[in-house]
């Protein structure tokens, strides 16, 4: 028998999260659990007790942007760093033959280059999570799982909007940044990124 994925937490996970998607731009989101305090680019929003970053990385090396995570969670709030970034088999093959070779191997490289990175800054194994399409947009944004791939766009968009509503900057969101926005509010009570942190525990950083 299947175990059971362990159960979502009522409160927000003690942790900086890196969330990830490696799309056509590569869009990402860094969460931390209360208010660091150094000056960094791409600032979306500030609450009591937490800050967010967003932003895209069409091409090249990610390094910059994993560094950026791991200095927040050890310089700024002391929190260990969970990355979660996107998978693309959500187990519909009606869906998964839409998926086209060439979308695969695109999506595939994307996600490497973020692999490599991860690895070059240091970040284990043990603290990358993947997470199913459709298991972060049913928890986010609900509803049929039916819709057309443009109208889960404009949705992640208007989610992310609600859930990180004050823009630093005044610059369009594109779509792969809204959805890693939305995966990181997906993250931030997940179930399996508790297990995670548990398993951190003393051992951070």
Known sequence: ??????????VAHDCVILAIDPGNVSGWAIVSPRRATMDRDHVVSVFPGQTVWSGKSAEGPK????????????????????VVAETWTTGNPVYDRRMRAATL?????AWERWRAALEE???????VLRVNTSTWRAKVIGGPMNRSTE???????????????????SVKMVDDEAEALCIAAWAMYAGPV?????KVGKRYP
């Open 1 to 10: 028998m299947k175990k059971p994925p362990p159960p979502d937490s009522y």
């Open 63 to 82: 390094n910059a942007i994993v560094e950026m995570a791991r200095d927040v969670s050890t310089d700024d709030v002391k929190r260990p760093l969970v």
């Open 105 to 109: 191997l695109g999506l595939g490289a």
């Open 121 to 127: 800054v240091g970040v284990p194994k043990s603290r």
């Open 151 to 169: 109208e889960w766009k404009r949705l992640a968009h208007l989610h992310a909007q609600q859930r990180f509503p004050v823009r630093a900057s």
């Open 194 to 198: 508790g297990e995670v942190v548990k």
